[in-house]
């Protein structure tokens, strides 16, 4: 039986953050419907080709705000896809946090309801940056947040963390990082700020009201963000992401190693292995699929030999681990080796050095146990590398 990850969508937020582009309402007025909705959709999943056939060993409740949900209604909706679907015996369970919504419900209660991983939206632990980034808690707040959830039992927490913020300093980075560490969670995710289309973030840079942060500053702060995060012992194992021995994100690993996942509620995703489909992102629509017994897909597509290889590597020079060759023959027909030669070599050839790791030749590629992997001077050229490297599978 095919292990697969499930995600679910909860799409109310008490507010908008400036920056944010993923699809979520401030009015709350729905939430009750969307939790009815919500378990008709798992339902008529239960039998549905292919999904109701995999056994599902990571759950996820992203937004959105989750913690905008009780334990009770956190607990109702896990124990209706536990019903409807087979469920892992170790199956992680992630909810994401934001501090400013959390002093409502003992985590503890969280951690009855089921949920046995949390992931904060720390996003910082500098006022300054908070308020730049329109959260809607303090410094303070989000301090309490993590020692809270680590007081009431939760033993796998992760924070997000965000650099590059216009006006922060390399100084102030450093102590947002230092402050993650001295707080020890099993998981810190770093992420660059990044201006997506259609966010008052973007609006506000066209207009001169924002300047980016440079592209050295962003170079800076990331290799030093990953040089502590190391020397405190966490693992980098994903261009973004550093985890403590045994506390990698189980369900993250899912879309990297192109696992089956399968996505409900407004405008999430779901893939079966050869194809794609996404639900509506629109609320009322969602309800309005449900109510006449309809799943709420807004559109699906096969996907083709193409893109099942820009995928493998886009999201195989993510990881550590890099690309395998088997696997992308398996997934493929071709070989990898032959595929990506001539841009390897375009690129300087491949450096004697550990994955994820500084080569003294500033080569951006290696190898590791044959797997095709990027070098440290890589992974601040990841995207630039993917296209060099798409043109020659094409």
Not at 9 to 19: A, E, I
Not at 61 to 86: D, N, Y
Not at 355 to 380: A, H, W, Y
């Amino acid at each position: 039986m095919n292990r697969a990850a499930l995600y679910i969508h909860f799409p109310f937020c008490k507010h908008k953050c400036n920056y944010c582009d993923f699809y979520s309402i401030t009015n709350q007025s729905l939430k009750l419907k969307y939790i009815s909705a919500l378990q008709k959709e798992i339902k008529l999943y239960e039998k549905n080709p292919p999904f109701g056939g995999f056994s599902f060993s990571t759950l996820y409740f992203g937004g959105g705000t989750p913690s905008l949900l009780s334990p009770q209604e956190v607990g109702k909706i896990i124990s209706s896809i536990r019903q409807a679907f087979h469920i892992t015996k170790d199956i992680e369970i992630s909810m994401e946090a934001n501090p400013g919504t959390l002093e409502s419900a003992p985590f503890e209660n969280y951690l009855k309801a089921g949920v046995n991983r949390l992931t904060i939206g720390t996003q910082s632990f500098n006022d300054r940056d908070l308020r730049f980034l329109t959260r809607i808690h303090s410094a303070a707040q989000a301090e309490n947040a993590i020692l809270s959830a680590q007081k009431a039992g939760f033993q796998n927490i992760g924070i997000d963390l965000i650099f590059a913020v216009p006006g922060q300093t390399l100084d102030g980075w450093e102590q947002n990082v230092r402050k993650a560490t001295e707080l020890k969670p099993q998981h810190i995710s770093m992420y660059s700020l990044t201006f997506e289309e259609g966010t008052p973030l973007t609006k506000a840079l066209r207009l001169g009201k924002v300047e980016k942060c440079s592209e050295e500053l962003e170079r800076q702060m990331y290799l030093l963000g990953k040089q502590l995060l190391q020397n405190a012992g966490y693992e980098h194992y994903e261009i973004s992401n550093f985890a403590l021995p045994g506390f990698r994100s189980h369900h993250n690993q899912k879309y990297w190693d192109g696992s089956p996942y399968l996505g409900l509620g407004p405008s999430a995703h779901s893939y079966n292995g050869q194809s794609r489909q996404w639900n509506i992102a629109d609320v009322s629509k969602y309800l309005q699929y449900l109510e006449k017994g309809n799943l709420p897909i807004e559109s699906e597509e096969k996907m083709s030999r193409e893109q099942q290889k820009l995928e493998l590597l886009l999201l195989g020079l993510r990881r550590v681990e890099g690309i395998n060759p088997e696997q992308w023959e398996k997934r493929t027909g071709s070989d990898l080796v032959n595929q990506t030669q001539k841009a390897i070599k375009k690129m300087g050839g491949l450096a004697k050095t550990a994955s994820f790791s500084p080569s003294f030749e500033d080569k951006l590629l290696t190898t590791k146990n044959g797997n095709l992997c990027l070098t440290q001077e890589g992974l601040l050229l990841y995207d630039t590398i993917c296209m060099d490297l798409a043109e020659t599978i094409a």
